[in-house]
């Protein structure tokens, strides 16, 4: 019915970047707004970064001025930009988004930064 897939994670160096992609298909409408969150092991799910249908975003303090979250509504789908990756960015990566008073959640996809 509705399906929310993420791709981009991957391993990387500290210092290097990547992109992560979330496309959302199926029967949904009128999408508000779209977040992407991360759970490292042991961790509870923590807001990243959030973006609203019009463009308003809010980044967690770790991450803000090194990543960059948008989103294209003709294509629906949110991005991550992620530069200077550290370490502690390591974890699994979930987009959500909001539609018709219901929250919806990719598969996740893992990101490492390691040396």
């Known amino acids: 019915q509705v399906q929310l897939v993420e791709s981009g994670g991957g391993l990387v160096q500290p210092g290097e970047s990547l992109r992560l992609s979330c496309a959302a298909s199926g029967s949904i409408f009128n999408i508000g707004a779209m977040a992407w969150y991360r759970q490292a092991p042991g961790k509870q799910r923590d807001l990243v970064a959030s973006?609203?249908?019009?463009?308003?975003?809010n980044y967690a303090g770790s991450v803000k001025g090194r990543f960059a979250i948008s989103r294209d509504n003709a294509k629906r789908t949110v991005y991550l930009q992620m530069n200077v990756l550290k370490p502690d960015d390591s974890a699994v990566y979930y987009c959500?988004?909001?539609?018709?008073?219901?929250?919806?959640w990719g598969q996740g996809t893992q990101v490492t930064v390691s040396s």
């Open positions: 973006i609203t249908r019009y463009g308003r975003t």
């Open positions: 959500n988004l909001e539609s018709g008073g219901r929250a919806y």
